[in-house]
Structures are given as structure tokens and as C-alpha cells.
């Protein structure tokens, strides 16, 4: 299967690939790893008559500390996250997640941005992120804006991005001593994509094993990667011992898919399964 022809431009600056989305509008198309969109020009579902190629705008590459957020560029890849000291230290459930997308080719050259960007409803990236109350950073005509996680993906391959912008960076806000993350993914043997997969994000008070803070987000349910709100409230507050994990975790399946099928059936219980594993590794890590 080949592809529609078209125009192929590889800027190295945010302002020329700006200046190239401005020109083409909604002919053109950003490329960043090529492994979603170029299937779906194969498949004539995306005809871009210019593609414009991020892998040359080194700005947009790349892992860095601050005091108080982790910045992740667009186009840092799969394999680069899952080596990150710093994503590593300060976010692991994004090394976690990352290091288990689909095979190692995948791997090489998918990028954050790109997968945020493209908001598949199975995609893990996207759970992660909002489990972690992270900010999209776009660039646009008008400048940058900082789009929160909550309010980014809208719906089905959707997200709060317009055609004039490009995702450039993510941030993480990393908090205070006793914060841990984990994800947990039951992966579809044929395509590795998560049948369901669970991001959880847990800060521990200083001084005991109270959970203050907690954030639990599910993909494979849904339009959107989704919050799972009953296992947030009935964690919070409480004393993170396994018991209480377990009981929580139960609670998964109010946001999720409304239908009501076996098949359902089967997916929330798995995505309960993963929320227990996720949840005990993430308090492992706080601790
Ligand atoms: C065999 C296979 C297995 C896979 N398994 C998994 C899996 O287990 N889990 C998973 O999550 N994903 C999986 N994927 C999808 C993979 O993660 C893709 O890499 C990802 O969905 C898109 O990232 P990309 O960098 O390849 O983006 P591209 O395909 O280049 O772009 C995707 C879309 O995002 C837009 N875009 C890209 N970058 C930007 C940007 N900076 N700003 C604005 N828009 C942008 C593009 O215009 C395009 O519309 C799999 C893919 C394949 C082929």
C-alpha cells in the first residue's frame, strides 16, 4: 500500500514548522515517529498533501530537571524515556510505561508528543500523563499555552491541540519527598497495545502511611484515557496497606465503559487486577 503523494519539508526550528502549518493549514500533517501516522496515509485514512518532519527541531528533543517539573520534549522517543535517570528518579511510571510499547522498533522512534498528539483511546501514554497531572505545552501563532492534562484529550484521536499548533513539551510536576508512580498494563498478545492498562500516582504524608494525594487514570476504557475518581476517593485519606489497595481497586469501573457485555465484564476486572499492582507499586515507591 503506498501512500497519497505529497510534500515532505524538514524544519529545524518550532518557527519554521509553524510557519509551514500556517502556509498548508489543514493539508499539512506533523510527522514525528511515523508509526501511527504513516499506517493511516498508507491506508489513504490521512492525505496530507505536505508532511512536515519534526525529527530535525533539536528544541523539541530531550529530558530535563527543574526544582519543581520534569520537561520532557515532544519528540523524545519510547526508549529514551524508559532510560531516563531523571524520569527514572522523578516520574518511573512513565519509564515503566514506556519501556513495555510494542516491540523495540516501535520503541526507537515513537515519541511522547506523538502519542499524546494522537490520543489513541488504547494508547498508555496518555493515562500516564494524566495520572500524573501533567501540562501539554503548545506552540502556536499566538505563542506558547499550557493546556492541563484533564482538559487535553477531548475525544477519540482528539485533543484540545488546533491544526496551527505542535505539541512541544510536557511537564511534570514532581512532588514532594514521599511520591511514587507505577503503571501496570494487560497487553494484547497480537498488537502489545493495552487491552487495559492503569497509571497510579500516590504521595505517602511525611510522617506516616497516609495517602494524601492520589491520582489513578485508565486507558482501554472509552473515547479518552479516563480518571478513575471511586478508586481515588476511596484511597484518600487512608492508611495505604493492601488491604485498603485491594478494596479500592474494586471500585474501578465507575467512568469506565457504560456497556454492559461480558466482554466488558472481563475488562474491568482486568483493569482492576492492574489498578491493585499499579497502586501497591506505586506506595512501594513512596515509601
Ligand atoms: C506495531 C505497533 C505497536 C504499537 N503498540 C503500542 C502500544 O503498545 N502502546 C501505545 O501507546 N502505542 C503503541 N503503538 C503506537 C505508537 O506508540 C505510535 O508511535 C504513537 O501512537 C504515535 O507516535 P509517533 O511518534 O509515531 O507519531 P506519528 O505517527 O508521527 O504522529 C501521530 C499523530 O500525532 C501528530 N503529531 C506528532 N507529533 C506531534 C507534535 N509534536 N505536535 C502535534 N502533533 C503531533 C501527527 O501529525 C499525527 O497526527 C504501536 C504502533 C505500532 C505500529
Known amino acids: 500500500m503506498y501512500p497519497a503523494s505529497f510534500d515532505y519539508s ?14 498548508h493549514g489543514e493539508n499539512a500533517k506533523l510527522l514525528a515517529g511515523g508509526h501511527s501516522l504513516l499506517p493511516l496515509m498508507k491506508l489513504r485514512f490521512a492525505q496530507p498533501t505536505h508532511v512536515v518532519d519534526l525529527r530535525r527541531i533539536p528544541s523539541l528533543r530531550g529530558i530535563r530537571r527543574e526544582s519543581s517539573a520534569l520537561i520532557i520534549g515532544a519528540m523524545t522517543t519510547y526508549n529514551e524515556l524508559a532510560a531516563s535517570r531523571d524520569v527514572h528518579d522523578a516520574a518511573p511510571v512513565i519509564a515503566d510505561a514506556a519501556a513495555h510499547i510494542g516491540d523495540p522498533q516501535v520503541r526507537n522512534r515513537g515519541t511522547i508528543g506523538g502519542s499524546l498528539a494522537h490520543a489513541d483511546p488504547a494508547a498508555d501514554l496518555p493515562a500516564v500523563i494524566l495520572a500524573l497531572g501533567a501540562t501539554i505545552v503548545a506552540v502556536g501563532p499566538n505563542g506558547r499555552r499550557a493546556i492541563r492534562a484533564d482538559e487535553f484529550f477531548r475525544e ?6 488546533s491544526n496551527d499548533e505542535l505539541l512541544a513539551e510536557i511537564r511534570i510536576p514532581v512532588s514532594a519527598a514521599r511520591s511514587g508512580s507505577a503503571y501496570a498494563k494487560h497487553i494484547h498478545p497480537a498488537s502489545r497495545f493495552a ?39 476511596a484511597l484518600s485519606g487512608r492508611t495505604a496497606d493492601p488491604d485498603t489497595i485491594a478494596v479500592a481497586a474494586m471500585e474501578l469501573d465507575a467512568g469506565a465503559d457504560a456497556s454492559d457485555d461480558s466482554a466488558n465484564a472481563h475488562k474491568v476486572q482486568l483493569a482492576r487486577v492492574c489498578a491493585d499492582r499499579a497502586i501497591r507499586h506505586a506506595v512501594e515507591r513512596a515509601r
Request: no cysteine.
Open 10 to 23: 524538514a524544519p529545524s526550528t518550532i518557527d519554521e514548522a509553524l510557519q509551514l502549518l500556517a502556509q
Open 156 to 161: 477519540i484521536f482528539t485533543t484540545a491541540l
Open 195 to 233: 487491552v487495559v492498562g492503569v497509571a497510579a500516582m500516590v504521595d505517602l504524608e511525611r510522617m506516616s502511611e497516609r495517602i494524601q494525594r492520589v491520582r489513578i487514570a485508565v486507558t482501554g476504557f472509552g473515547n479518552t484515557p479516563l480518571r478513575a475518581i471511586g478508586v481515588e476517593e
